[in-house]
């Protein structure tokens, strides 16, 4: 089994990371789309891998965080999800919204993932529902708290992974802030900006 894959980056492109490990051997993994913006070729890296075995051929998945590992192993275990829709779901909802999204059963959210269905969606609802921690940095509020904020920039036109990304940057400038209405109106300035 393989747990992770340290070594530089010697191609990259979204969703696809070669590894030089040093050894002679230069592994190629799919990644998350979303982890593409922090790697750079020829930058040392260690990725938490995940090896799946798709009838005669050898997947390697790498993740550089292991929170997305292993929320990327439990969508595996959802019936009918398979390596490429896991991956499709770390890479549109981070892993810290996952628990808010399963909550709130956001089918909705879930199945405006590309390849995710609403039957797909509704199916990760049920076997999911209360097998999701919040990470140890991640209180039970914000990710709610996110989760919404998101929501609306969606629902105004933006895109969902444009709507995360001001989300994050809001709620990580106004740390312990709760109120809905205030952190919206930031969200949404910083958005049209």
């Not at 992770?4 to 070669?18: C, D, E, M, N, T």
């Not at 050898?58 to 929320?71: N, Q, R, T």
Request: proline content about 7%.
């Amino acid at each position: 089994m393989i747990a992770a894959v340290a070594g530089k980056i010697s191609q990259l492109s979204p969703g696809r990371v070669a590894v030089d490990t040093g050894s002679g051997i230069v592994l190629q993994l799919l990644v998350p789309v979303s982890s593409f913006p922090a790697l750079r070729p020829g930058q040392p890296v260690l990725l938490h891998a995940v090896l799946k075995v798709k009838d005669e051929d050898l997947v390697l998945y790498g993740f550089l965080d292991p929170e997305e590992k292993a929320l990327f192993e439990k969508l595996l275990a959802v019936s009918g999800v398979g390596g490429k829709t896991a991956l499709a779901c770390v890479s549109a909802i981070p892993p810290a919204e996952w628990q808010a999204v399963i909550a709130a059963a956001d089918v909705a959210r879930i199945s405006a993932i590309p390849g995710i269905g609403r039957k797909t969606a509704q199916r990760l609802v049920l076997e999911l529902t209360g097998k999701l921690e919040a990470g140890p940095s991640a209180s039970r509020e914000l990710p709610r708290i996110g989760a919404d904020l998101v929501s609306g920039l969606v629902n105004l036109g933006y895109a969902p992974k444009a709507a995360r990304e001001v989300v994050q940057r809001v709620l990580k400038e106004n740390p312990g802030r709760g109120d809905f209405e205030g952190l919206f109106k930031l969200a949404l300035k910083q958005a049209k900006s």
